[in-house]
């Protein structure tokens, strides 16, 4: 498939600078996040039927119950797993693929992505988008986010997309000494976007918590589609 990436209208490059003014408006202060939330082009990552909508901060469906988070969460999520260099990271929740580019377009403070999403059809269509912008920095698993990517990890930084109630224990585990993990936590509701940021001790693992925001995800869910 063919993507325009340029876009027209409410696709062009004028539609995204505004939206890249809200955003900084808000609160997102890292210049770099803002230029890559500028150059990748959200609308490749939704239906077409909705392109005209890509560069609204809003979330947006993308089929099987799933949804585009908005791009003031991605780039709040991407600001704050990115504090400092994070060569390896892990993603839990490919969907659209869009918050994958927009890690994997992080330059020198990114190395390679590993992007896991339980649901087939989903994961096919970030693969050709992603392919489309030449990202070659990002691996793909359909497989079950709650086991996270074991045969890759230990990994710098941790994303998760979805919402589980409770934290799993084996992506805590994958978590590298100094690593990050960014994940949001609760139930259906308002859910809390929790930072769990590994001591850089490689005989224990202990843990500091904070709370970056409050956010509304879909729920993370167990098993593969």
Do not use: C
């Not at 190395?111 to 912008?133: D, M, T």
């Amino acid at each position: 498939m063919t993507y325009d990436l340029r876009g027209i209208g409410m696709t062009s490059q004028r539609t995204r600078d505004r939206l890249v003014r809200r955003l900084a408006e808000h609160g997102i202060d890292d210049e770099e996040v803002l230029e890559v939330v500028a150059t990748v082009p959200r609308h490749i990552f939704v239906d077409e039927a909705l392109a005209h909508r890509a560069y609204e901060d809003s979330a947006l469906p993308i089929g099987f119950g799933q949804t585009i988070s908005q791009p003031f969460v991605v780039a709040l999520m991407t600001m704050t797993l990115l504090n400092r260099p994070r060569p390896r990271i892990l993603e839990v929740g490919t969907g659209s693929g869009y918050q994958t580019a927009v890690l994997a377009s992080m330059g020198a403070r990114v190395g390679k992505i590993f992007s896991v999403e339980r649901l087939a059809p989903l994961i096919e269509r970030a693969r050709e988008r992603l392919h489309a912008l030449g990202l070659a920095n990002v691996r793909l698993k359909h497989g079950d986010g709650y086991e996270g990517w074991q045969a890759e990890g230990l990994f710098d930084g941790i994303v998760v997309t979805a919402a589980p109630r409770a934290v799993p224990d084996s992506l805590l585990e994958q978590l590298a000494p100094g690593g990050r993990l960014v994940v949001p936590v609760g139930d259906d509701g308002v859910q809390e976007l929790k930072v769990f940021d590994r001591t850089e001790s490689v005989s224990e693992q202990e843990f500091s918590v904070s709370t970056a925001e409050y956010v509304r995800f879909v729920p993370l869910l167990k098993g593969v589609q």
